[in-house]
Protein backbone atom coordinates (compact mmCIF):
# COMPACT_ATOMS: atom_id res chain seq x y z
CA UNK A 1 0.00 0.00 0.00
CA UNK A 2 1.16 3.32 -0.55
CA UNK A 3 2.22 5.92 2.10
CA UNK A 4 3.39 9.23 2.73
CA UNK A 5 5.64 11.22 5.28
CA UNK A 6 6.22 14.86 5.16
CA UNK A 7 9.30 15.50 7.81
CA UNK A 8 7.93 18.72 9.26
CA UNK A 9 5.35 19.11 11.31
CA UNK A 10 4.90 22.95 11.83
CA UNK A 11 7.34 25.25 9.97
CA UNK A 12 7.83 28.75 11.39
CA UNK A 13 9.54 31.17 8.90
CA UNK A 14 9.83 34.99 8.38
CA UNK A 15 9.01 36.94 5.51
CA UNK A 16 11.04 36.90 2.40
CA UNK A 17 12.25 33.60 3.58
CA UNK A 18 13.02 30.36 1.77
CA UNK A 19 10.57 27.48 1.89
CA UNK A 20 11.07 23.88 1.33
CA UNK A 21 8.73 21.59 2.46
CA UNK A 22 9.93 17.70 2.29
CA UNK A 23 7.82 14.94 1.10
CA UNK A 24 8.68 11.19 0.80
CA UNK A 25 6.16 8.32 0.08
CA UNK A 26 6.53 4.78 -0.70
CA UNK A 27 5.17 3.01 -3.83
CA UNK A 28 6.83 1.14 -6.40
CA UNK A 29 5.03 2.15 -9.36
CA UNK A 30 4.18 5.10 -11.45
CA UNK A 31 2.35 7.83 -9.44
CA UNK A 32 0.86 10.71 -9.23
CA UNK A 33 1.81 13.28 -6.92
CA UNK A 34 0.03 16.68 -5.10
CA UNK A 35 0.42 19.28 -2.79
CA UNK A 36 -2.94 20.62 -1.48
CA UNK A 37 -3.16 23.97 0.63
CA UNK A 38 -5.52 24.97 3.28
CA UNK A 39 -5.47 28.59 4.68
CA UNK A 40 -7.19 28.92 7.70
CA UNK A 41 -11.34 29.01 7.42
CA UNK A 42 -10.73 28.04 3.90
CA UNK A 43 -11.41 24.85 2.00
CA UNK A 44 -8.52 22.45 0.58
CA UNK A 45 -7.20 23.23 -2.84
CA UNK A 46 -4.86 22.37 -5.25
CA UNK A 47 -1.41 24.22 -4.78
CA UNK A 48 0.27 21.93 -7.45
CA UNK A 49 0.34 18.46 -9.44
CA UNK A 50 2.94 16.34 -11.03
CA UNK A 51 1.68 13.53 -13.51
CA UNK A 52 4.35 13.30 -16.42
CA UNK A 53 7.23 15.00 -17.82
CA UNK A 54 9.58 17.81 -16.94
CA UNK A 55 10.07 16.68 -13.34
CA UNK A 56 9.73 20.27 -11.98
CA UNK A 57 6.39 21.37 -12.03
CA UNK A 58 5.20 25.34 -11.15
CA UNK A 59 1.69 25.96 -9.36
CA UNK A 60 -0.16 28.84 -8.36
CA UNK A 61 1.26 31.96 -5.61
CA UNK A 62 5.18 31.16 -6.74
CA UNK A 63 5.04 27.49 -5.71
CA UNK A 64 7.20 25.16 -7.20
CA UNK A 65 8.07 21.49 -6.18
CA UNK A 66 10.69 18.61 -7.65
CA UNK A 67 9.55 15.02 -8.64
CA UNK A 68 12.91 12.97 -7.73
CA UNK A 69 12.17 9.63 -8.89
CA UNK A 70 15.74 7.87 -7.19
CA UNK A 71 14.97 9.56 -3.91
CA UNK A 72 10.74 8.80 -3.86
CA UNK A 73 10.65 12.84 -3.20
CA UNK A 74 7.97 15.32 -4.00
CA UNK A 75 9.40 18.67 -2.29
CA UNK A 76 7.85 22.02 -1.85
CA UNK A 77 9.25 25.30 -2.24
CA UNK A 78 9.31 28.78 -2.44
CA UNK A 79 11.85 31.18 -2.90
CA UNK A 80 10.20 33.92 -0.64
CA UNK A 81 7.41 33.07 1.43
CA UNK A 82 5.01 35.84 2.18
CA UNK A 83 2.76 36.16 5.55
CA UNK A 84 -0.67 35.22 3.53
CA UNK A 85 1.11 31.72 2.53
CA UNK A 86 0.62 31.02 6.58
CA UNK A 87 -1.68 27.73 5.98
CA UNK A 88 -1.44 24.04 6.24
CA UNK A 89 0.07 22.27 3.27
CA UNK A 90 -0.35 18.38 2.41
CA UNK A 91 1.18 16.50 -0.16
CA UNK A 92 -0.71 13.20 -1.59
CA UNK A 93 0.00 10.39 -3.86
CA UNK A 94 -2.19 8.78 -6.06
CA UNK A 95 -0.97 5.12 -7.77
CA UNK A 96 -3.56 5.09 -11.31
CA UNK A 97 -3.81 1.43 -10.63
CA UNK A 98 -5.80 -0.45 -13.34
CA UNK A 99 -7.43 0.93 -16.19
CA UNK A 100 -11.30 0.85 -15.10
CA UNK A 101 -9.90 3.92 -12.86
CA UNK A 102 -11.23 2.54 -9.13
CA UNK A 103 -8.16 3.56 -7.89
CA UNK A 104 -8.35 7.28 -9.34
CA UNK A 105 -9.09 9.79 -6.96
CA UNK A 106 -7.93 7.26 -4.16
CA UNK A 107 -5.32 10.21 -2.64
CA UNK A 108 -3.35 9.38 0.22
CA UNK A 109 -2.79 12.34 2.27
CA UNK A 110 0.89 12.73 4.81
CA UNK A 111 0.75 14.12 7.71
CA UNK A 112 -0.12 17.90 6.85
CA UNK A 113 2.56 20.64 7.89
CA UNK A 114 1.42 24.02 9.46
CA UNK A 115 3.62 27.08 7.67
CA UNK A 116 3.31 30.08 9.85
CA UNK A 117 4.83 33.39 8.20
CA UNK A 118 5.55 36.12 10.68
CA UNK A 119 5.56 39.71 9.04
CA UNK B 1 -21.87 29.12 -8.41
CA UNK B 2 -20.77 25.32 -8.51
CA UNK B 3 -19.42 23.50 -5.79
CA UNK B 4 -19.85 21.39 -2.54
CA UNK B 5 -21.91 21.81 0.28
CA UNK B 6 -21.17 20.12 3.54
CA UNK B 7 -23.48 20.77 6.44
CA UNK B 8 -23.48 21.39 9.05
CA UNK B 9 -20.58 22.85 10.16
CA UNK B 10 -20.23 21.54 13.62
CA UNK B 11 -21.85 18.48 15.04
CA UNK B 12 -22.30 17.34 18.33
CA UNK B 13 -22.90 13.37 18.66
CA UNK B 14 -23.65 11.90 22.13
CA UNK B 15 -22.39 8.01 23.18
CA UNK B 16 -24.17 5.49 21.76
CA UNK B 17 -26.20 8.04 18.80
CA UNK B 18 -25.47 7.88 15.17
CA UNK B 19 -25.35 11.07 13.12
CA UNK B 20 -25.34 11.80 9.05
CA UNK B 21 -22.92 14.45 7.50
CA UNK B 22 -24.16 15.77 4.36
CA UNK B 23 -22.35 16.63 0.96
CA UNK B 24 -24.28 17.85 -2.08
CA UNK B 25 -22.94 18.86 -5.19
CA UNK B 26 -23.57 20.69 -8.09
CA UNK B 27 -21.32 20.00 -10.27
CA UNK B 28 -22.16 17.28 -11.80
CA UNK B 29 -19.04 14.75 -10.65
CA UNK B 30 -19.57 11.31 -10.87
CA UNK B 31 -17.19 10.41 -8.47
CA UNK B 32 -17.25 11.66 -4.89
CA UNK B 33 -15.22 10.50 -1.14
CA UNK B 34 -15.19 11.10 2.24
CA UNK B 35 -12.02 12.08 3.94
CA UNK B 36 -11.63 12.24 7.89
CA UNK B 37 -8.83 14.74 9.26
CA UNK B 38 -7.00 14.56 12.61
CA UNK B 39 -4.36 16.32 13.78
CA UNK B 40 -0.72 14.53 12.83
CA UNK B 41 -2.31 12.35 10.82
CA UNK B 42 -3.37 13.98 7.64
CA UNK B 43 -6.23 12.91 5.86
CA UNK B 44 -7.65 9.30 5.37
CA UNK B 45 -10.28 7.96 3.14
CA UNK B 46 -13.15 6.80 4.84
CA UNK B 47 -15.51 5.66 1.44
CA UNK B 48 -16.22 7.03 -2.08
CA UNK B 49 -18.32 6.02 -4.49
CA UNK B 50 -17.14 6.54 -8.06
CA UNK B 51 -21.00 6.13 -9.43
CA UNK B 52 -24.51 6.45 -8.12
CA UNK B 53 -25.62 3.05 -6.37
CA UNK B 54 -22.55 2.08 -5.86
CA UNK B 55 -19.61 2.90 -3.41
CA UNK B 56 -16.51 1.29 -1.93
CA UNK B 57 -14.69 1.17 1.84
CA UNK B 58 -11.44 3.35 1.96
CA UNK B 59 -8.94 2.74 4.53
CA UNK B 60 -10.75 3.62 7.95
CA UNK B 61 -14.34 2.56 7.02
CA UNK B 62 -15.13 0.55 10.12
CA UNK B 63 -17.58 2.61 12.01
CA UNK B 64 -19.13 4.42 8.89
CA UNK B 65 -21.58 4.11 6.67
CA UNK B 66 -22.77 5.76 3.33
CA UNK B 67 -25.05 6.07 0.50
CA UNK B 68 -25.54 7.03 -2.98
CA UNK B 69 -29.07 7.52 -4.25
CA UNK B 70 -28.12 10.38 -6.02
CA UNK B 71 -25.89 11.53 -7.90
CA UNK B 72 -25.90 15.41 -6.00
CA UNK B 73 -25.86 13.00 -2.58
CA UNK B 74 -22.89 11.06 -0.70
CA UNK B 75 -24.36 11.36 2.48
CA UNK B 76 -21.80 9.52 5.75
CA UNK B 77 -23.77 8.60 8.55
CA UNK B 78 -21.21 8.00 11.88
CA UNK B 79 -22.75 5.27 13.71
CA UNK B 80 -22.04 4.30 17.13
CA UNK B 81 -19.80 1.49 16.24
CA UNK B 82 -17.10 3.85 15.24
CA UNK B 83 -15.63 4.69 19.14
CA UNK B 84 -13.47 7.82 18.20
CA UNK B 85 -15.50 10.08 15.83
CA UNK B 86 -13.81 13.25 16.48
CA UNK B 87 -12.21 14.75 14.17
CA UNK B 88 -12.73 16.90 10.86
CA UNK B 89 -14.91 15.71 7.86
CA UNK B 90 -13.92 16.76 4.29
CA UNK B 91 -16.28 15.51 1.76
CA UNK B 92 -14.93 15.90 -2.23
CA UNK B 93 -15.63 15.24 -5.57
CA UNK B 94 -14.31 14.72 -9.38
CA UNK B 95 -15.73 14.19 -12.87
CA UNK B 96 -14.85 10.94 -14.24
CA UNK B 97 -12.15 11.14 -17.00
CA UNK B 98 -10.74 14.00 -15.72
CA UNK B 99 -7.14 13.96 -14.11
CA UNK B 100 -7.35 13.41 -9.98
CA UNK B 101 -7.94 16.53 -9.64
CA UNK B 102 -10.70 16.53 -6.34
CA UNK B 103 -12.84 19.52 -5.10
CA UNK B 104 -12.95 20.16 -0.98
CA UNK B 105 -16.08 21.09 0.57
CA UNK B 106 -15.58 23.21 3.62
CA UNK B 107 -15.93 20.55 6.31
CA UNK B 108 -17.84 19.06 9.51
CA UNK B 109 -16.03 19.36 12.43
CA UNK B 110 -17.75 16.82 14.59
CA UNK B 111 -17.40 16.18 18.07
CA UNK B 112 -18.46 13.86 21.03
CA UNK B 113 -20.36 15.23 23.95
Known amino acids: AQSVSQHNHHVILSEAASLELGCNYSYGGTVNLFWYVQYPGQHLQLLLK??????LVKGIKGFEAEFIKSKFSFNLRKPSVQWSDTAEYFCAVNAPGNAGGTSYGKLTFGQGTILTVHP | DGGITQSPKYLFRKEGQNVTLSCEQN?????MYWYRQDPGQGLRLIYY???????QKGDIAEGYSVSREKKESFPLTVTSAQKNPTAFYLC????????????FGSGTQLSVL
Open chain 2, 92 to 103: ASRSRGSSVKLF
Open chain 2, 49 to 55: SQIVNDF
Open chain 1, 50 to 55: YFSGDP
Open chain 2, 27 to 31: LNHDA
